[in-house]
C-alpha cells in the first residue's frame, strides 16, 4: 500500500488553523493573484521576476508554516525515498515523455506555421525569446521544478492525503489545483498542468522522494522553454515578414 509521509506526524497540521490558511493562500488567492498579474505585467522579463519571487516567496511561508507544525524536510519528502522504486518509475515517466516529444515533434511537422503561432499565443509572454529572457529562464525552470513540486506535492498532496485518509484523494485534489494555478495558460494549460501534476505526484508517490520529480519538473520546464520560445520567435518573424 503506497502513502507519503507519515500520516500520524502531519496530524497537527491536519488540525492546525495556520496550516489551512496557507493552504488557503496556496489553493486559492495565488492563482487568482497570478492570473491577474499576468495579464497586467506589461514584459516577459516583469513575468519572470514575479514567478520567481512569488514561488520563492509561498516556499518560505511552507517552510514557516511546517516548522510551526513540527514538520522537517524529510517530512515533506525532501529525502532520498527508495532507490529501486525511484528507478523504475523514473525510467518508465521519462520514456513516456520521449515518446510523446517524439509524437508531438512528428505532429509539429504536420502543422502550419499559422496553427503553432495559434497555438501559442495563451503562453506567448511566458517564452524567452531573447538571450537575456533565456537566461533568466533557466532560474524560472529551477525555481519552477523545485519549489512547486516542494509545495503541490510535498505540502498539498501530504496535507490533504493525510486529512481524507487517501493518498489517491491527496493526488487528485493537489492534481487540481496545480492545473488551476496555471489558469493564465487557458483551458488547455490548466489541462496540461494538471495531467503533469498527477504525473509528477505519482513519481512522488512511488519513489518517496520529491527529489526525482523536481529534477524531472525542471529539466522539462528549462527543455520545453527554450524549444518553444525559439518556435515563438520564428513565428512573430513569419508574421513580421507577412505583413
Not at 522579463?45 to 520567481?52: S, V
Not at 532520498?80 to 505532429?107: D, H, P, W
Not at 520529491?210 to 525542471?218: E, F, N, R, Y
Request: proline share 2%; charged share 10%; net charge positive.
Amino acid at each position: 500500500m503506497f502513502t507519503v509521509g507519515q500520516p500520524e506526524i502531519w496530524q497537527n497540521a491536519v488540525h492546525s488553523g495556520s496550516a489551512w490558511v496557507f493552504t488557503f493562500v496556496l489553493a486559492v488567492l495565488f492563482p487568482i493573484l497570478d492570473y491577474v498579474l499576468y495579464q497586467r505585467l506589461k514584459s516577459t522579463l516583469q513575468i519572470y521576476a514575479w514567478n520567481i519571487l512569488s514561488i520563492w516567496t509561498l516556499t518560505a511561508g511552507c517552510l514557516w508554516t511546517s516548522h510551526l507544525n513540527y514538520l522537517t524536510f524529510s517530512d515533506l519528502g525532501e529525502q532520498a525515498g527508495n532507490a529501486f522504486r525511484t528507478l523504475v518509475v523514473c525510467g518508465i515517466m521519462a520514456a513516456i515523455i520521449f515518446l510523446l516529444m517524439g509524437a508531438q515533434k512528428v505532429q509539429n511537422k504536420k502543422t502550419t506555421p499559422e496553427q503553432v503561432g495559434k497555438a501559442l499565443d495563451s503562453v506567448r509572454r511566458l517564452l524567452p525569446k531573447t538571450p537575456t529572457e533565456r537566461k533568466v529562464w533557466v532560474l524560472v525552470a529551477i525555481s519552477a521544478g523545485v519549489c512547486e513540486e516542494f509545495l503541490y506535492r510535498g505540502w498539498l498532496l501530504t496535507l490533504f492525503s493525510a486529512a481524507l485518509g487517501s493518498v489517491w484523494l491527496g493526488l487528485l485534489i493537489s492534481s487540481v489545483i496545480f492545473g488551476l494555478a496555471h489558469a493564465y495558460q487557458g483551458r488547455s494549460g490548466i489541462l496540461g498542468t494538471g495531467i503533469l501534476g498527477a504525473i509528477f505526484g505519482i513519481v512522488f508517490i512511488v519513489s518517496g522522494s520529491l527529489i526525482p520529480g523536481q529534477l524531472l519538473h525542471t529539466a522539462m520546464d528549462l527543455n520545453n522553454g527554450l524549444a518553444l520560445g525559439k518556435v515563438a520567435k520564428r513565428t512573430e518573424a513569419s508574421r513580421s515578414s507577412g505583413a
